[in-house]
Nanobody, 109 residues
């Protein structure tokens, strides 16, 4: 299973790092997808971190968000910088058919 954490309240322009912890499987062997769902909107994919190390980002977050992995901790990370109010959403990680439970990010002054 997966567990996402690290969300919270942050001011515009601030940063947060989300964590996606895997248990029961080795995260390094699989792609990690990051998604978010804003209030009243559909869930959207924002990043993919492939098992070969390649990364993709949605245009809405490109240049501001960065994915990484810590294989020793069996975790993936989503570093979010220069946050905007439009980034407010519940953020999810996905891997090997599993969804994390979601973590709320609120960007507000």
């Amino acid at each position: 299973q997966l567990q996402a954490s690290g969300g919270g309240l942050v001011q515009p322009g601030g940063s947060l790092r989300l964590s996606c912890a895997a248990s029961g499987f080795t995260l390094d062997y699989y792609n990690i997808g990051w998604f978010r769902q804003a209030p009243g909107k559909e869930r959207e994919g924002i990043s993919c971190h492939s098992r070969d190390g390649s990364t993709e980002y949605a245009d809405s977050v490109k240049g501001r968000f960065t994915v990484s992995r810590d294989n020793a901790k069996n975790r993936g990370y989503l570093q979010m910088d220069t946050l905007k109010p439009d980034d407010t959403a519940v953020y999810y990680c996905w891997s090997r058919g599993h969804w994390g439970q979601g973590t709320l990010v609120t960007v507000s002054s």
